[in-house]
């Protein structure tokens, strides 16, 4: 046990996750060695995090009413992309291959855990799909699932296909993001299930 | 201790540290085993979805000195991948291997309860594979063999109490089975002749001969037998997600 301000330091590191006591006191007494500056800076990071929530239209974390995705004008808000976690957000936009807009589940089903579809954010994505414009016309035009490829994430995808096949809107075009091969790899070491995917989701040349 | 091979069914999986795995799987020959998949997480693992949740693979598991016995090599013998694409079959397969893990032991044999795990898995996917809906009787079939290879097999032909062959109206818990209106205790949940057709059809027919009979008046009687048995409540048999599209839809209609 070290000195108080100390002590409550390491013990408040040692609540992150993957960060044991040793690591943890590692990092304090790092910072016990830096200059006030970054102190101050490293202080104003954690307190400005009271100020993040989450946005109200697709729920990825957000600085004010809206995420900067859903408040950017540039995006097309015909189409949403629906993710796991806020983080699967940030994996999508490094590739920059997508304009649309996000949905973010809040996790995907599992029955030995207790995650229902009411736990999930499933309401508020038929909210969105079935939302009408002033004009009378629907905005969204199109959803892409990209759910994760392991069993619960295709079971959320099944079971959103399913809910979404029976919205009345049978112009809505769903989509489910390819599963396959990683880019640089290699045929022979690929497991007989991604092998089999790979193949069934072939395209033409 | 040492190294061994056998053919398993992964149950679950959860997260151990940044990128394993313990994963919960029936044996044939070992019964339950709990073992960590070193890496499995990582995209280039060589698990890869071997490991996944439902696949029935041949493994080669260390046993040291710690509790945990670690994976060291998997062969796939059948993914039942197409599984996590329906979800009925989802949802039903999760109360496969929750009531296998309930009832298997560690270190125990049952090659029944292996085998019954397989068929129902089996035919789980080839139901989706062929695009055809998962029958809703399959659940309590599945539930009614389980009882079967778990040696509480349901006295379903006669009175369990007295033997007799005619006017048989209830199911006892304690005595498991049917009992006739003479031995019946006051309480003891009744059955009509309906339910013990039905009860007697998924008794004797394979998963892959099933159709889909009626079955809701002896869904709760199968779930609480079972239940019984078992000591315990299952999360897997509570886990019925309505519709949330459909319920929004009368809602606002
Ligand atoms: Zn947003």
Redo the contacts between chains.
Sequence with gaps: MYEGPVQDLIDEFGRLP?IGPKSAQRLVFHLLGVERVDIERFAHALLALEKVGFCTRCHNVAAGELCRICANPKRDPSAICVVEEARDVVALERTHEFNGLYHVLGGA?S??D?I???RLR??EL??RVTAVEPNGTYEVQEVILCTNP???G??TA??LL???Q??DRSDLAVSRIASGL?VG?DLE??????L??ALAGRHSL | MGLYRDSAVVLRSFRLAEADRIVALFTREHGLVRAVAKGVRRTKSRFGARLDQFAHADLQIWEGRSDLQTISQAELIAGHASIRHDYDAYALAQIMCEATEQVAVEGVTNDRLHRMLLAGLATLEARVAQGRPVPHSLRPAFLLKLLGVTGFAPGLSACVSCGGREGLRAFSFDDGGLVCGTCAAAGTPRVDAADIDVLRALWETRFDDIDDVPTFGVDGLVQRVVEYHLERRLKTLRWRPPSIATRSAHATG
């Design positions: 993957g089903l029955p030995l207790g229902t579809p009411e499933v309401r038929m909210e392991t069993v619960d295709e079971a099944a079971y399913r809910e979404l029976t919205l990683p790899g070491y690929a497991d007989e299930v991604t089999g995917r």
